[in-house]
């Protein structure tokens, strides 16, 4: 295809491209908004509400309550580590319900194939590994992304609560930490 073929096409296809792309209503476009959410892990708003995934507001709420009553934050930084310490408990209790959307719907799968009988022989070496249980662990993309969500959940709010407890023992001692360090 030569430069100037090209260049014509580009040029048509811009033109006919408002024409025939995306919704045109406020409402077609407040739902098209919504529709790549499939699990919410990585969501940019906190509490998601879309057709496939409805959090509750109240309840995300509730927790940032909870931790502010517990933690008992004393100015703006504390307060941001709080906040960061809600939305790592939030996101991980996602995680945890992707999890469990995982396994009920490969037991659900696994369910069409009926499990082997067992034999009463313990030692047999017919004895088959597939049960349901094994079949109730996450495996493949789906199960190895969670895993590596939950970890690094996990690792964030570890570290975030550690900075907190740090400056709350500094906040004791009437001494505040050196964040910036100069050279």
């Keep these: 295809m030569s430069t100037s073929e090209k260049s014509a096409r580009w040029r048509t296809n811009r033109q006919n491209a408002p ?21 919410g892990l ?13 959090e509750s507001q109240t309840d995300y709420d509730r927790l940032i309550e909870s931790l502010f009553d517990e933690l008992k934050p004393v100015g703006v930084f504390q307060e941001h580590l709080v906040l960061k310490i809600a939305n790592c408990i939030w996101r991980y209790r996602r995680a945890i319900n992707a999890e469990t959307a995982t396994v009920n719907d490969q037991l659900t799968a696994s369910y069409l194939e009926p499990l082997p009988v067992l034999s009463d022989d313990i030692d047999s070496p017919d004895q088959p590994s597939d049960t349901a249980l094994s079949r109730s662990i996450p495996v493949g993309y789906r199960g190895r992304a969670l895993l590596r969500y939950e970890w690094r959940l996990d690792r964030e709010l570890y570290r975030t609560y550690q900075l907190f407890n740090h400056l709350k023992l500094m906040e004791k001692s009437n001494s505040l930490p050196d964040l910036i360090s100069e050279k």
């Design 42 to 54: 990585h969501a940019t708003d906190i509490v998601i509400n879309s057709p496939h995934l409805k």
């Design 19 to 39: 024409k025939s792309t995306g919704p045109k209503t406020e409402t077609g476009k407040k739902n098209s908004s919504q529709n790549a959410i499939t699990h």
